[in-house]
Every structure is written in structure tokens, then in C-alpha cells.
């Protein structure tokens, strides 16, 4: 009775689907293939819009229908449940979602441009400033919503941060009903691994960079390169840092996990490194629970011996969505 609910479910969303989308999507789609953590269960569709406009297409169907959706861009700060997800995926990775164009200092990256494109193209053009970016993986619309940044280099001054709000001058947003509204610096609100445009769909931004000398911008990126290599994890799936450093304390959460010996504690397949007591690695089977176990396992470790509750910065997607 339930399976030929769900084929009907099915049957009428992919004959609407058929009447205006332009895109491509795949029903049930496994989101463990789309995540750096490699888990995540099926998620009702995915859908990959061809353009804006069948994007506004979309969201206002979706709108109608009453389907909650979520956007992912590289699944590299989610952590996704492994039951069915009653969500409509949204990934903008259509060749218009992956435009990047330099113009003088200017540089456009459409929300699916990989962060990596945005810095290796820039330096390619004699500009310096997307350095920073070497390391994140992601994609410019989820850096952008999430305040994606590092600590400064050593010979920088104490406390020094690089961030997309530093680069970034002006962001197209969409918001739930398909309106466009361009967005000014001065208009968004950014904030430590925060932003205020999570409230739409960022579909790119247009950042400010600064001419360099090439062997300069190299050797910026090397040093870059080179402190992520020797501090963070690159061996096995992670989600880069799980919880946000607290700000009421002095301590970075990585070496507070680390103070309290808790690297190398696994649950099952899900580890914390050895290497970065915020990462936390997929072994080879790990599911969504035993990540969540040994994220709470942490959040009650620390505040025991350090009374700060540690606040997660991956994005956990369970049945219900975005919390
Ligand atoms: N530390 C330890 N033990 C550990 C980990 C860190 O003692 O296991 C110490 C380090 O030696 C250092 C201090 O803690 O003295 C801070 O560590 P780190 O420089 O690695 O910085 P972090 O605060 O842990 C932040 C961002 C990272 C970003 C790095 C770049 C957050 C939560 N994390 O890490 O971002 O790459 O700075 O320097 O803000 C991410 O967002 O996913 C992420 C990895």
C-alpha cells in the first residue's frame, strides 16, 4: 500500500515535471555520493535546474505543491541522515550555475563555481586575494552562505581572518517565491560561519580582488597549501571542521577536543581525526548515527572538562530538513 503510494507520488510529480522543467533530475537519489562524508540516504529528487529562469520555474512549483527543498552545493558541510529525506534537493551545477568571468578586478563565479576555479583563475589573471580559498572545497554559493574563511598566515598579524565577506562586493539571490534581488556588501550581514543570505538561493557573486605579481600570489597559495596539509585531514572523507571554535572561550573546539585526549575515539566507522581534533573521518562505512554519537560524545566531553557546549558547524540534514 505504502510502495504504491510512493509510485504515485512519484508518477504525478514526474508528469509536472515533464510540463516545465528543462533541467535534469533523478528520484531517490542516494546523497552519500553527493557529500564529502559519503552519507546521506536517498532524497526524495534531485533536481539540477538548466537556468535561473527554470529555477524561478521550479521554486514556484515546489512552492505550490507544498514540497519543502534544500540546496546543496558540494555536500562538503552537511551531515545527512540515512533515512528517506522527504526534500526536493536543489544542486546548481549546470554549465549557466558554473560561469566564471574576470573583468579587470572583477571576478563573477556563478553559485556552482568550485571554490578552487575562483583562486586558480583569479591568480591566473595577475590577481591576488582568493589565496585563502586554497584547501576549502566547496562551491561559491555555500562558501558564501556559510562565511567560509581560515585563520591568517603566521607572518600576519594575531587574529587576522580571511573570509568571503572580505572579497565579496555584490550577491544575486533568489528567494522562495523565484524573485531575483541583487544585493550590495553593505546589504548582507556576514558573520562568523554565518551570513544572512541563507535565507534565499545565492546564484553568484561578483568578487573584488587586486593586482599582484604572480610569483607573489604562488607563493601565498603554497603557504596556504602548505598549513593545510600539515594541520588538517586529507586521507579519508570528512566535512571539514564539525563544530564552530566558541566564542566564549580562548581554546579553538580543535584543541579543546584534542585536551581532552579524544583523538583517535571512534564509533564504529565514524573516527576523529588524529590529525585535527574537529574533523571527524569516515573509516569506509560510517553512518549518519555514529557520527552524531561521537559529535555528542565530544559536546559532553568538553563541557565536562571545560563547561563550553560546543555549537556544530556542519549542517545536519535529517528527516525534516535543515536545522
Ligand atoms: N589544535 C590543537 N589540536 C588539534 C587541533 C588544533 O592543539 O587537534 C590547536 C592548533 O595547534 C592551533 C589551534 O588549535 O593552535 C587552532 O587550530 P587551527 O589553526 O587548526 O584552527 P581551527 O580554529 O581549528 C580554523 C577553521 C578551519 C580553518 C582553519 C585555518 C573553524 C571552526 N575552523 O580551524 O576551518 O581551515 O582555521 O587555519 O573556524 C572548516 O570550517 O571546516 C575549517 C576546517
Wanted: proline share 3%.
Amino acid at each position: 500500500m505504502r510502495q504504491a503510494l510512493k509510485n504515485v507520488r512519484e508518477f504525478f510529480l514526474e508528469e509536472s515535471l515533464k510540463r516545465f522543467f528543462q533541467g535534469t533530475y533523478a528520484l531517490n537519489e542516494h546523497l552519500a555520493s553527493h557529500t564529502s562524508m559519503r552519507i546521506g540516504g536517498p532524497a526524495r529528487v534531485m533536481l539540477m535546474p538548466r537556468d535561473v529562469h527554470d529555477l524561478a520555474r521550479l521554486v514556484r512549483f515546489l512552492r505550490a505543491v507544498g514540497m519543502r527543498f534544500a540546496v546543496l552545493g558540494a555536500g562538503t558541510n552537511v551531515l545527512i541522515g540515512d533515512s528517506s529525506l522527504p526534500l526536493a534537493i536543489i544542486k546548481l551545477n549546470a554549465p549557466f550555475f558554473r560561469k566564471l568571468k574576470i573583468t579587470g578586478q572583477t571576478v563573477f563565479a556563478a553559485a556552482g563555481v568550485a571554490l578552487a576555479a575562483v583562486r586558480d583563475e583569479a591568480a591566473a589573471q595577475g590577481l591576488t586575494g582568493g589565496e585563502f580559498l586554497t584547501g576549502i572545497p566547496g562551491t561559491v554559493g555555500g562558501a558564501l552562505v556559510m562565511n567560509a574563511g581560515v585563520r591568517g598566515l603566521e607572518q600576519e598579524p594575531a587574529g587576522t581572518w580571511h573570509s568571503m565577506a572580505d572579497c565579496v562586493t555584490k550577491v544575486g539571490v533568489m528567494d522562495e517565491q523565484g524573485n531575483i534581488a541583487l544585493y550590495s556588501r553593505a546589504q548582507i550581514e556576514f558573520g562568523y560561519r554565518s551570513s544572512s543570505l541563507k535565507k534565499g538561493i545565492v546564484l553568484g557573486a561578483w568578487m573584488e580582488f587586486a593586482p599582484a605579481e604572480p610569483a607573489a600570489i604562488a607563493e601565498r597559495t603554497r603557504e596556504f597549501f602548505e598549513r593545510k596539509q600539515r594541520t588538517q585531514e586529507f586521507s579519508r572523507p570528512n566535512a571539514g571542521c564539525v563544530f564552530k571554535n566558541p566564542i566564549d572561550a580562548t581554546l579553538s573546539a580543535g584543541r579543546l577536543i584534542d585536551l581532552c585526549q579524544l583523538k583517535g575515539r571512534a564509533i564504529g566507522d565514524a573516527q576523529i581525526s588524529t590529525v585535527h581534533g574537529n574533523f571527524i573521518v569516515n573509516n569506509g562505512a560510517a553512518c549518519f548515527q555514529e557520527v552524531k554519537s561521537l559529535m555528542e560524545l565530544i559536546q559532553q566531553e568538553v563541557f565536562r572538562k571545560f563547561a563550553v557546549w560546543l555549537e556544530p558547524e556542519v549542517e545536519i540534514w535529517d528527516t525534516g530538513g535543515r536545522q
